[in-house]
Each structure stands twice: as structure tokens, then as C-alpha cells.
């Protein structure tokens, strides 16, 4: 049966690099990966490995070095016209890892929760705005009168539903949650994953959700993907993915996951990745394959085979 799931977001061969033309470093390594319209999409690999410089290359942030961001069927990186630009900023909201950082500590809730709102071209009323701004507070769990206070005055879980409110503000479709619970403690974590899952539901949002370890994702992914220094190595539905973990960081990166039986946490043995490990050659390379219907990996021929007895 032919797919029918449209794909609101698709990254083709996308690469892009810092540093000068001559001594470039390539942070993200002909990516390519497509999000349906009303998934929850995970990106998961370890510090550096390139999560969040996706997130800002689709955002328009990171100009590309190569390699096509296309969204809702348009492509979106490069020389876009205005009209597209403003389309995109409206329609594409991200929200921070750490909310101790990323709310301009200077200006009222009121003021930071609506500053999209500013943007040229879009004429609302003072009133508009101020019942904009309630709303967008209510529908996170924030009390309207919040948005007359300073970010500080504000828990870590409150400072992350601002974030959340000033990107709703906007009427998103698709919203890059780049670790948005990293930095919270652990009883407000979950809390704040419901709100998300919630808004999903009552609004048909498309989440990417990047985050650095496997379990947080699990249970909100419908597909993971895991990036190890720029490049995607592994990409499946989320139960697949646990249930077959191939490439071996990505089961270096399950075996790190704490067990809730202390005896078996105990007794785990911690794999660690070693890229040496793939004896990699001219005639040996790997490529972009998919063992599975959805379940990609990156492998060698000779890995493919081995992977394909994991099975
Ligand atoms: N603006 C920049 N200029 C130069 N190098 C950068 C820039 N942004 C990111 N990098 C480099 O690109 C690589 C990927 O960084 P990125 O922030 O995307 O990683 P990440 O996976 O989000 O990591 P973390 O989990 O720590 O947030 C890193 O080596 C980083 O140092
Ligand atoms: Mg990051």
C-alpha cells in the first residue's frame, strides 16, 4: 500500500559546515531524514554530534553547504523569497534547551511571549496583542497576570512554558524541542512532556525532538534517528529501534539507558563505541541502507550482512 502520510518536513543530503572556506568543519554529513505531518520526530546522538545545528539549518539560522530543506513540499534553505521567509518564521518555532538562558532576561513575559508578533507585515491591535499573549499563557498553564514579571521571578518549569507560549503564540505547524527538558529537574520533566504531548493533540503539531539519550525519546518518538558526529548512522520507528538496535552506537547508546532492576543495573555491561570498528575501506564503504521497510541503517555490505542475522 503506497504511503499516504504527508511529509511536512524533508532534509535531503543536507551538510553544513563552519570554520573558512578553506579549513571547513562539517558539523552536519549529507543528512537526509523526512518528518509526516502530526509525528513526534526524535534526533538523538551525543554532545557535538550536530542535534541542534539541524535544527538551526532548518530554521534558516545555519546557512547549508549543500543538500535541500524542503518544507511542505518548498524548499526553504538558500535565497527564499520574502513572502517565504515570513511564511516559514510564522510556521517553524523552536524551543530552547536550558529556559534559564534563552529568555532575554531584561523584558517582562509579556514582551518575550509576543515578540514574533512584531515582525514586519503583520498589523495587530495593542488589544489583539495583550489577549494574544493571555491566551497563548493560559494554554501553556500560566496565569495571564505572569506576563507583567521578569523571567527570573520564575522556576526552571515556568521559564520552559514561556518558552512554549511564545512559540505558540505564532500558530506553529512544526516545532524544534531542541532537549527541552534537559535542564529541569526530574519531578518537572514529565510535566512539561505532557503539555507537549497535549498541545500536540488538540493542535496537530509536528514535532522534531532533539534530545541526548535514548530514553527520554522512546516514549514520544514515533521515529528516531541517531547522529553520531554529523551523520545520521541509524533511523527507525521507535519500538523497532529499540527492538533492533544495529549500528553500534546506537546500542552503545541503549546500553546506557538506566534498568530499573538495580541487580541488572549493576550487572550491565556499558558498550562503548569505537568507530575503528568498522574497517571501513575504498572497496569497503558504507551507504545509506534500508534492512527493514523504515529502518535504516548505515553499513557496509559486509556490515549489512551481519546486521541482517540480527534480525
Ligand atoms: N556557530 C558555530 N560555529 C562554529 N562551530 C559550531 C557552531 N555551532 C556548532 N558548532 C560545532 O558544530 C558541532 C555540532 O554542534 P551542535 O551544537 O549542533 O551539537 P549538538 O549535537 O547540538 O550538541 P549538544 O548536545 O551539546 O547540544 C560541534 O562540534 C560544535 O562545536
Ligand atoms: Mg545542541
Known sequence: MPDQRKKLVEVQDLTVQFGSRRHPFTAVDHASFHIYQGETFGLVGESGSGKTTIGRAIIRIHPTASGKVLFDGKQINGPISRELDREVTRRIQMIFQDPMSSLNERAKVDYIVSEGLYAPGRKISEAQRREMVDKALCDVG?????????????SGGQRQRIGIARALIMEPDFIIADEPISALDVSIRAQVLNLLSQLQKERGLTYLFIAHDLSVVRFICDRIAVIHKGKIVELAESEELFAHP????????????????????RNKKLLVYDPACHRYSETNRPGWEEILPGHFVLASR????????LL
Open 246 to 265: 544495529l549500528h553500534p552506537y546506537t546500542r552503545a547508546l541503549l546500553s546506557a539507558i538506566p534498568q530499573p532492576d538495580p541487580i541488572a543495573e
Open 302 to 309: 559486509e556490515e549489512l550482512e551481519e546486521y541482517r542475522e
Open 142 to 154: 500560566l496565569l495571564p497576570e505572569f506576563a507583567s514579571r521578569f523571567p527570573h521571578e520564575f
